[in-house]
């Protein structure tokens, strides 16, 4: 379970960026069914948005979900 939690949310000229880390156990995000239908769901509504999706997920360390989406 994570301690800590970070959502930074971004304007930029031509996007809006959302940043979510935390410092929780992290996932295998190869081999893991772990990423469950929330982040499914965000990475689908990301891509209906035209968005960019990526998660970054290190055992012990936590994750780093980061979406970008064109305005």
């Known amino acids: 379970m ?3 939690v970070t959502v ?3 304007r930029q000229e031509n ?4 940043l979510i880390e935390d410092n929780g156990q992290g996932f295998d ?10 982040l499914v769901g965000l990475k689908e509504r990301t891509q209906l948005l035209n968005g960019e999706f990526s998660i970054d997920s290190k055992l012990k360390i936590g994750t780093q979900i980061t ?3 064109p305005i």
């Not at 996007?15 to 959302?18: F, P």
């Not at 995000?29 to 929330?38: F, H, I, P």
């Open 29 to 38: 995000t190869e081999n893991s069914k772990r990423g469950g239908l929330g």
């Open 67 to 69: 979406v970008r989406i």
């Open 15 to 18: 996007n809006v960026s959302i």
């Open 2 to 4: 994570a301690s800590n």
């Open 8 to 10: 930074k949310i971004k």
